[in-house]
């Protein structure tokens, strides 16, 4: 049995058990980031996830414009619209991102992928909302899992819930306001805090990822586009609300 056989047979049945299983003996099984995406597509594959050459939904981004962007497609049974009901979706752990998708306005081919601009790349999209990343794990060790494991696992994907979509506009998103209310604690207010300063920047980065092998990504594709506010703790029963000024909400129940 190769490494990858290995490793995608332990996320089919986490995934399949609800049970997360060990990182640490698996954890130097993956060389880098191609045989991570390698597993993705393969644990995709086994569990019927898609029915079309370019899935429609993606998380994309990285911590700064500097760092290495990893990109994961998500599996549609775990993309809602919001307001979304999720009290009886089985989670090891819900942790928040605050985020605004994107949605691209026509067709992107490889060539267009590969010569398009951070620049230019807000010309792809006419539409945004916010959405809530839901982040999971099917890593016993979840936070601390090595990078390449957490890729290979979807960059940790538990649930996409995503607002109405409005027209995409230019904005300053340095004075951009985001409040995020989980169950009964405190609202937590940002602004400006996307790690990548500006939504549609990751664009060029994440069309070539995902033209890399030749396929045409459709009109309609939805991206959605790094935390606005770190990973916050929620729990099973909580009603989780995010609202970004002059884009929108979204909310989940847990």
């Known amino acids: 049995m190769s490494d990858q056989d290995t490793l995608t047979r332990a996320l089919l049945g986490a995934w399949r058990d609800h049970a997360p299983v060990e990182a640490g003996p698996l954890a130097g099984l993956l060389p880098d980031a191609e045989a991570a995406y390698a597993v993705q597509d393969r644990v995709a594959a086994e569990s019927g996830w898609f029915d079309r050459a370019v899935p429609q939904h993606w998380k994309s981004g990285g911590p700064t414009r500097e760092s290495v962007l990893t990109h994961a497609p998500l599996p549609p049974r775990r993309v809602w619209p919001s307001p979304a009901d999720a009290s009886r979706e ?4 819900r ?4 985020e605004v998708a994107l949605r691209l306005a026509r067709d992107v081919t490889p060539a267009q992928a590969a010569a398009l601009s951070h ?6 999209v006419n ?6 990343e839901i982040v999971d794990s099917r890593w016993r060790e979840a936070r601390t899992a090595p990078a390449l494991l957490k ?13 109405a979509f409005r027209p995409f506009e ?8 985001c409040v995020v209310r989980i169950g009964n604690a405190e609202p937590k207010s940002f602004q400006g805090t996307q790690s990548l300063g500006d939504p549609a920047w990751l664009l060029p980065v994440w069309l070539r990822h995902v033209t890399r092998k030749g396929a045409t990504v459709p009109k309609g594709t939805v991206v959605t586009t790094g ?19 002059g884009i929108g909400a979204a909310e989940v129940q847990l």
């Not at 942790?95 to 605050?98: D, F, G, Q, W, Y």
């Not at 539409?127 to 809530?132: D, E, F, G, K």
């Not at 230019?170 to 306001?177: A, L, V």
């Not at 606005?228 to 009603?239: F, P, S, T, V």
């Open 227 to 245: 935390t606005w506010c770190g990973l916050l703790e929620a729990r099973k029963g909580d009603l989780v609300r995010v609202e970004f000024e």
């Open 119 to 124: 620049e230019d790349a807000a010309s792809l």
């Open 170 to 177: 230019p904005r300053d998103w340095s004075r951009q306001q």
């Open 90 to 93: 089985h989670f090891n752990l």
């Open 95 to 98: 942790l928040i991102e605050a």
């Open 127 to 132: 539409a945004m909302c916010v959405s809530i």
């Open 151 to 163: 890729l290979a696992d979807l960059q940790s994907h538990g649930a996409l819930v995503l607002g």
